[in-house]
Each structure stands twice: as C-alpha cells, then as structure tokens.
C-alpha cells in the first residue's frame, strides 16, 4: 500500500493517510469506471441523430434541424457546443495519458470577402465546458481577452476566417491554427488560398499521448487537403484528467454562419495502454476495503 500511497500524493492531495487510502480507493475505482475510452459518432444529417445526441448548448448554438448552428447569422455572436460526457486525457496515479482522434465536417457561410468572420474551432478544456468570459470575436469562443485574466486552459484547433493584425500570424488570412492557452497560434496553415475556409469542409485531428503530437487535417470545398501539426502536451498545458471537448465560434463586427454537420470522436482506453496499469483485480480489493471503512 505504501507505494499507492505515495502514487497517490503525487497526485496533488495533501491528506491524512487514512483519508489517502480512501482517495486510493476511490481514485482506482473511478478508474475502473471511467478509464474506458470515449467513442460516438453523429451525423446530423440523419433524423433524430441531432435530438437523441448527448451534446451541451453554451450562449448563441443551436440545433438547426440537421445540423449544428454554433453562432447566430448577426454581429458580436458567440456559442459552444460540448459533448455531455467529459474524456479522459491522462491519469495522475500512473502518469498514462490518452490518444484521440476526431473527424467532423462543418460549413461556413454568408459573405464570401473579407467582411466576415471571426471562425470557429474545436476546443479540448475543462468539464463541464463553460463560455470563457469576454472570449467573443477574435477570441473565438475560446479564450479570454488577453488583456483580462482568467482564460481555463484550452487546446483548440481554430479555423480563423479574418485577420486581426495584433493576433493573426503576418501574411496568412484564413488559416488553420493549434492553439496552446493562446489565440495565438503554435503553430498554423500558411497555404490555404485567400477565402478558402468556405463552403462545406471536413477536417481530421489526431492526438498522440505517445509522441505529444497533435496533427490536423482539412479538406477545403475545392477538395485540396491541408495540414499542420504541432508537439503539445495536453497535461503540461494544464488540461484536467477529465475534459470537455466540443466546438465553439464566434462573429465580431462582421458575420457569417458557423454549422457542425457530423462529428465523430474516439479516445484510447488508458488502461489497456499503459503496460503498468493491472489495477483491474486491485480497484476490486479496494472497492471492498472501501465499503468495509
Ligand atoms: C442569437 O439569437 C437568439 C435567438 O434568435 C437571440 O435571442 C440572441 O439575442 C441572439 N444573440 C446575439 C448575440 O445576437
Ligand atoms: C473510431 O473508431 C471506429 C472503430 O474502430 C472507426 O470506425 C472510426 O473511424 C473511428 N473514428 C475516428 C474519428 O477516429
Ligand atoms: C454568454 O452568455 C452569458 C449569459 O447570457 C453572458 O453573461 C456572457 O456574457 C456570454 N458570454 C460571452 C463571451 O458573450
Ligand atoms: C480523414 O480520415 C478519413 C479516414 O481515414 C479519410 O478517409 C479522410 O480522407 C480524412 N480527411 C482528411 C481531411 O484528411
Ligand atoms: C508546423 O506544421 C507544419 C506542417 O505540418 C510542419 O511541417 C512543421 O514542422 C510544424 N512546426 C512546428 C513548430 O511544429
Ligand atoms: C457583407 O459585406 C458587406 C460589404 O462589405 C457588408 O456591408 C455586410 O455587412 C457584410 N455582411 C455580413 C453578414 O457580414
Ligand atoms: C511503468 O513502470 C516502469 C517501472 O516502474 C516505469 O519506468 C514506466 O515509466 C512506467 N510506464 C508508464 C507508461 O507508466
């Protein structure tokens, strides 16, 4: 038990040792519920998909009938959708950390010139998923002014439809970018054609907890495909063990429409990939230890 114990501590919890066998006990017995891996997959376009899907509306987002509509068709709009359930991104007892994958399309529309914006992304932060305050406009629904504080951590794959000079990378308009607790983009697509993110698209991200590597990949309305990728550590970068993930977007002073018109997501089971984790048959014996104190 001493090495539980001290597994256990370096979690972050400084208690007493018979409080840590019990935060032991049930951090391995929410282990065993929850380090299954997280799988669905919508496509709106089919009825009932949009109705029965286990999904969460933050500020503007609606349902659209066959579709998601993340922002309102006006100015200075901004909304989120987040699946209800949250996933599991790494583990503080044995350090294991999960890989995902997610495939969506999605369709911008309305003013196809540079009056139009501001984009939208998918995001991977805190659970239950929240709207960041004063996180509207170029901000996209996913971080809060960077002249204000208090911005959760956040990941997020951003398809940025206008260039704002302080924040945008020099050169690139519409651009696809990964962001790491900033607007600013680690790293990001430099050649998307002028206006290209418009019309229906569809986009692949991957993340891989072994090599920290997030890769993106879009396919534009012309069917050119797309790709950055950048290193990240989902735990360095301050995610929870349990997060959120969804989409959100956001218009400014001009607008255009932001629809999720199919999503799919799988996570790995942490469990089965981490060699050390045989916890199975021991949460069990402390599941008992736990009923019996
Ligand atoms: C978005 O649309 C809803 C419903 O039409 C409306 O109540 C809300 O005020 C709108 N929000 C913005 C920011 O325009
Ligand atoms: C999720 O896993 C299923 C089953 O292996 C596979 O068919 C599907 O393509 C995967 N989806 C994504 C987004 O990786
Ligand atoms: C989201 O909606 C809440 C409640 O209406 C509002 O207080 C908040 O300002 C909105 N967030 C943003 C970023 O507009
Ligand atoms: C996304 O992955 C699927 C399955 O591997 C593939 O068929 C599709 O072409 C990919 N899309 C992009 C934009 O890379
Ligand atoms: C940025 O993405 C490009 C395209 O995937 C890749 O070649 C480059 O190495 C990436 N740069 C960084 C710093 O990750
Ligand atoms: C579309 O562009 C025109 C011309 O710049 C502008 O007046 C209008 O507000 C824009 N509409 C939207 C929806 O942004
Ligand atoms: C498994 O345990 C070994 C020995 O304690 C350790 O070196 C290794 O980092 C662990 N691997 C994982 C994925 O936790």
């Known amino acids: 038990m001493a090495d539980r114990h001290a597994i256990a501590a370096g979690c972050g919890h400084g208690l007493s040792d018979k409080s840590l ?18 799988s669905f997959q919508y496509d709106f376009s089919i009825p009932g998909v949009l109705d029965r899907a286990n999904l969460v509306y933050i500020n503007d987002s609606f349902s659209a009938g066959d579709r998601i509509s993340l922002s309102n068709m006006s100015d200075n709009s901004v909304g989120r959708v987040a699946y209800a359930q ?37 995001f991977v932060g805190p659970f239950p998923a929240t709207m960041p305050w004063e996180s509207g406009a170029q901000y996209l629904g996913l971080y809060t002014n960077q002249n204000l504080m208090g911005s959760p ?5 951003e398809f940025d439809t206008f260039w704002n000079s302080n924040l945008d990378p020099p050169g690139v308009a519409d651009h696809v970018g990964i962001d790491v607790n900033s607007i600013r983009s680690a790293n990001y697509t430099r050649d998307l054609p ?29 069917g ?42 799988n996570s790995t089971d942490m469990a089965a990939g981490n060699p050390n984790s045989t916890d199975t048959a021991g949460a069990g014996g402390n599941l008992i230890t736990l009923l019996i104190s």
């Open 21 to 38: 066998l019990l935060f032991g006990s049930l951090c391995q017995l929410l282990l065993l519920l929850q380090a299954a891996a997280l």
């Open 86 to 122: 949250p996933v599991r991104l790494w583990d503080c007892r044995t350090g294991a950390a999960a890989s995902f994958a997610t495939s969506f399309s999605f369709a911008i529309v309305g003013n196809h010139s540079s009056t139009r914006g501001d984009g939208m992304a998918f």
């Open 153 to 157: 951590p956040t990941v997020a794959v």
């Open 194 to 222: 002028s206006l290209g993110l418009y019309g229906t698209m569809s986009a692949n991200i991957t993340y891989d907890a072994g090599s920290r590597m997030m890769a993106v990949s879009i396919r534009l309305a012309d």
């Open 224 to 265: 050119s495909i797309h790709g950055v990728q950048t290193s990240v550590d989902l735990r360095a970068a301050g995610l929870p063990q349990e997060a959120a993930v969804g989409f959100s977007a956001s218009t400014g002073g001009f607008f255009e429409s932001h629809q999720l018109l199919s999503w799919a997501f």
